[in-house]
């Protein structure tokens, strides 16, 4: 696939991103976005870490297998992107987006 100066692909496959976000919306009834990273607070080591979020911005309980399986894909989807920074994906618009980039546009 060609891509454009910025290295970004000249026609990048959201249809991929969208069954992404559909597949989770399935698995995770309620969910509007899930923040992932290799960095968990609780371990020492990289370790995949997923926080998700209803519409309300309220954290959701779930089961490790399911966070650490939402991580997963997520990444497996966005494998060039920096995962020791938070990225936090948007499942009504399938997007994705380095979280303190979101915090730093709310500061402003």
Same mark, same amino acid.
């Given at each position: !696939?060609? *891509?454009?100066?910025?290295?970004? /692909?000249?026609?990048?496959?959201? @249809?991929?991103?969208?069954?992404?976000?559909?597949?989770?919306?399935? !698995?995770?009834? #309620?969910?509007?976005?899930?923040? #992932?990273?290799?960095?968990?607070?609780?371990? &020492? +080591? /990289?370790?995949?870490?997923?926080?998700?979020?209803?519409?309300? @911005? =309220?954290? !959701? $309980?779930?089961?490790?297998?399911?966070?650490?399986?939402?991580? =997963? +894909?997520?990444?497996?989807? +966005?494998? $060039?992107?920096?995962?020791? =920074? /938070?990225?936090?994906?948007?499942?009504?618009?399938?997007?994705?987006? %380095?979280?303190?980039?979101? &915090? *730093?546009? %709310?500061?402003?």
């Amino acid at each position: !696939m060609l *891509a454009m100066p910025s290295g970004t /692909p000249a026609c990048p496959d959201t @249809g991929r991103q969208r069954r992404l976000a559909a597949q989770l919306a399935d !698995m995770i009834p #309620g969910a509007a976005t899930i923040r #992932g990273s290799l960095t968990d607070p609780k371990q &020492t +080591w /990289p370790y995949l870490h997923a926080v998700v979020k209803d519409e309300a @911005g =309220r954290p !959701m $309980e779930l089961g490790r297998t399911t966070a650490r399986v939402a991580a =997963r +894909w997520i990444l497996r989807v +966005w494998p $060039e992107g920096d995962w020791t =920074r /938070p990225h936090t994906f948007d499942l009504a618009e399938a997007t994705l987006t %380095r979280s303190d980039l979101i &915090t *730093a546009s %709310r500061g402003r």
